[in-house]
Nanobody, 125 residues
Framework: QVQLVESGGGLVQAGGSLRLSCAASGRTFNNYVMGWIRQAPGKEREFVGA????????YYADSVKGRFTISRDNAKNTVYLQMNSLKPEDTAVYYC??????????????????WGQGTQVTVSS
């Protein structure tokens, strides 16, 4: 059992930055790949990025490469998403998800068992 809580969303102007946090509880946090998934109004869920259990490998959607950075602090049971150079098209609800298989996160996390409540990110032009 893993419980996830996101925070850090808000309203920011284009070109600005935000850092999202996802606090996790559970005995096996280190065994999970942690991912960020976003969903804009009227659109399907979109994979943003993921980080392996040890933090040794990260993966990003092409649309955010070079702008977003994922990290995790296993001692704090927390994963972060640093978002720089934000664009209006980044506007979405951002969800933190945990899965044992990165492939399921990269396809939108529909099969993943553990999700946070989401945090709204709005980027104005």
């Amino acid at each position: 059992q893993v419980q996830l809580v996101e925070s850090g969303g808000g309203l920011v102007q284009a070109g600005g930055s935000l850092r999202l946090s996802c606090a996790a509880s559970g005995r096996t946090f280190n065994n999970y790949v942690m991912g960020w998934i976003r969903q804009a109004p009227g659109k399907e869920r979109e994979f943003v990025g993921a980080i392996t259990g040890s933090g040794g490998n990260t993966y990003y959607a092409d649309s955010v490469k070079g702008r977003f950075t994922i990290s995790r602090d296993n001692a704090k049971n927390t994963v972060y998403l640093q978002m720089n150079s934000l664009k209006p098209e980044d506007t979405a609800v951002y969800y933190c998800a945990a899965d044992r298989f990165i492939s399921r996160l990269r396809t939108g996390g529909y099969e993943s068992d553990y999700w946070g409540q989401g945090t709204q990110v709005t980027v104005s032009s």
